[in-house]
């Protein structure tokens, strides 16, 4: 690979990609926090996702969702349980009196605003309401809380809260005196959905295959040198001449510029989402996947046809080009074009997630952490990035700037597309379970490295380090999902979870086996080299 295309991957991909992401987003969150909303008797319901299925005329139509609110009674989870009924619109509209026309039996739409949630919702009540559809001046969901002071709470109808685009369009069909019936009900999600099992196995095989692929390259080029050692003696003293073999080494001071730089570019993302600025970062994933694609098809192909991997033809900008290469690339632009134009699609996720595991297999070929004392001031650089912009960051911008980047709810889209994402296939809410490429590709350097360190030690499986960081990667990411499903499916941040087991796996390791010091200076074990040590007693005889 030509250098400068090898420092154009690296660079565009390495701050793109790496901008670490919560795990896990779901299809419904909503926007506000539960800090503000304390439960007490008559004013302790979970908030949940309700369901409101309409009839115009008799025909089925839109489905809107909303959300229950703390006080009431509660929906029902089964469709088949939820009764069809009529509905009405409340005279006045915001439900603040008890409304003047009948509503008997019917399910009454008001405003907010003017009084309490609890106020309204008893009117609608007294008026022999079934229930109440609470209209948002926002396009957001709101939680309906109860005040400290109220006590008027022994409430037995459902209420429910829609955004303003849902209730614009209802009231639209009521004026125009159609019949409008609607039907509310709150699926349970189930505890784990299979999307997420698979999200993990692919996280887990995309850095198991990033990891030997980089440990036998550098094996090949371990084997290279020392061959090429034992051919001439000339050579010796060109060793770091021999060894460029296009891979970049981290050191200490690029691993923290690089989370500085993450931040700044999560907090541009931030500022900047907008339709614009995502089709932009399609644009560069599409490059950095059409790279990626194309090195892994070459790698793969080159067993094949060799005499065409090995046959170069200069190319402008591009430099040394093997026929291999340009035979692959036409295919692996088109996949890039046709993923961007129909990336909106129910099944685009497919293409995104192709493009996005040769992507990250890519940068964890080309990128190495040299040893583990580089590795730990990363992984725990990323480690303290990924809570401060998760948890801390509400604090400062009201709200937190990883999911919100994430989700990509400034932007009229689906969010950013450099994350892998599954849609969650059992879930009655639908939505995608997402890991974001740096918490594969963080802790992938790392777990690369111990098979490297493996391979060049001629340790086996149980005695190296690479099968309990990849168990410990795993677990640590199980532990993601137990602890998201725990949380209500709020965005978890995983390097959370991730990072203390894969470090604090290898670091335990490296100490009770007495490798510590290796590998947290060197990296890779000591080699007798001979040549070097017959230069040496050489240069020490013409001394004396």
């Known amino acids: 690979m030509d250098s400068r295309r090898l420092s154009w991957v690296v660079s565009v991909l390495a701050l793109i990609s790496l901008v670490c992401h919560d795990c896990t987003v779901r299809a419904g969150d909503i926007v506000h926090d539960d800090d503000s909303a304390p439960k007490k008797p008559g004013c302790e319901n979970d908030f949940v996702l309700v369901k409101v299925q309409t009839w115009v005329d008799g025909i089925e139509d839109a489905e809107f969702v909303g959300v229950g609110a703390r006080f009431g009674k509660t929906i029902v989870s089964k469709e088949k349980n939820a009764n069809q009924t009529r509905l009405?619109?409340?005279?006045?509209?915001?439900?603040?009196?008890?409304?003047?026309?009948?509503?008997?039996?019917?399910?009454?739409?008001?405003?907010?605003?003017?009084?309490?949630?609890?106020?309204?919702?008893?009117?609608?009540?007294?008026?022999?309401?079934?229930?109440?559809?609470?209209?948002?001046?926002?396009?957001e969901l709101y939680k309906m809380v109860c005040e400290q002071n109220e006590t008027d709470l022994d409430i037995k109808i459902p209420a429910v809260m829609l955004p303003q685009d849902a209730g614009a369009s209802l009231e639209k069909l009521l004026l125009n005196g159609s019949s409008v019936s609607v039907q509310l009900y709150s699926p349970r999600r189930p505890i784990v959905d299979i999307a997420e099992v698979f999200l993990w196995l692919m996280a887990v095989g995309t850095i198991l295959c990033a990891s030997y692929w980089s440990a036998w390259s550098a094996r090949e080029?371990?084997?290279?040198?020392?061959?090429?050692?034992?051919?001439?003696?000339?050579?010796?003293?060109?060793?770091?001449?021999?060894?460029?073999?296009?891979?970049?080494?981290?050191?200490?001071?690029?691993?923290?510029?690089?989370?500085?730089?993450?931040?700044?570019?999560?907090?541009?993302?931030?500022?900047?989402?907008?339709?614009?600025?995502?089709?932009?970062?399609?644009v560069l994933f599409c490059i950095g996947?059409?790279?990626?694609?194309?090195?892994?098809?070459?790698?793969?192909?080159?067993?094949?046809?060799?005499g065409t991997a090995e046959s170069y033809i200069k190319v402008p900008f591009f430099g040394a080009v093997s026929y291999l290469t340009l035979a692959v690339s036409p295919s692996c632009i088109a996949f890039a074009v046709v993923?961007?134009?129909?990336?909106?699609?129910?099944?685009a996720w497919i293409g995104q997630d192709i493009l996005g595991i040769a992507l990250i297999i890519t940068v964890l070929q080309l990128v190495h952490v040299p040893n583990l004392k580089v590795g730990t001031v990363l992984l725990s650089c990323a480690f303290l990035y990924d809570i401060f912009w998760v948890f801390v960051s509400k604090k400062l911008f009201h709200e937190s700037v990883m999911i919100v980047v994430a989700r990509g709810d400034k932007s009229g889209e689906d969010g950013i597309p450099m994350l892998l994402k599954i849609p969650r296939i059992f879930d009655p809410w639908g939505g995608y379970s997402i890991i974001g490429f740096g918490d594969i590709l963080l802790p992938g350097l790392l777990i690369a490295f111990s098979l490297r360190y493996d391979w060049l030690a001629n340790k086996n499986l149980r005695a190296g380090y690479f099968l309990w960081?990849?168990?410990?990667?795993?677990?640590?990411?199980?532990?993601?999902?137990?602890a998201l499903n725990l949380m209500d499916g709020h965005g978890q941040p995983a390097l959370l979870y991730i990072v203390p087991f894969t470090l604090g796996t290898f670091l335990t390791l490296g100490r009770k086996r007495g490798d510590l010091k290796v590998l947290w200076t060197r990296g890779e074990p000591e080699r007798p080299c001979p040549h070097i040590q017959f230069q040496h007693c050489d240069e020490s005889h013409v001394e004396k």
Not at 244 to 254: A, K, L, P, Q
Not at 472 to 482: D, K, M, P, R
Request: net charge negative; charged share 20%.
């Open 469 to 482: 960081a990849m168990i410990a990667y795993g677990f640590g990411l199980l532990i993601t999902y137990v």
């Open 339 to 347: 993923w961007a134009v129909y990336r909106n699609v129910s099944f």
């Open 88 to 139: 009405t619109l409340s005279d006045p509209r915001d439900c603040c009196t008890t409304p003047k026309n009948k509503v008997a039996g019917d399910v009454i739409m008001v405003d907010r605003g003017h009084c309490k949630f609890t106020v309204k919702t008893n009117a609608a009540e007294e008026a022999g309401a079934s229930a109440v559809l609470i209209i948002n001046n926002q396009k």
């Open 289 to 306: 996947g059409i790279e990626g694609l194309q090195t892994c098809l070459v790698a793969l192909l080159a067993r094949w046809f060799k």
């Open 221 to 282: 080029a371990f084997i290279e040198q020392d061959k090429l050692l034992k051919d001439s003696a000339d050579e010796i003293l060109d060793t770091e001449a021999m060894g460029t073999t296009g891979v970049v080494d981290i050191n200490t001071t690029s691993a923290v510029l690089f989370v500085v730089i993450a931040s700044c570019f999560l907090v541009l993302l931030y500022k900047l989402m907008s339709f614009w600025f995502v089709e932009l970062l399609v």
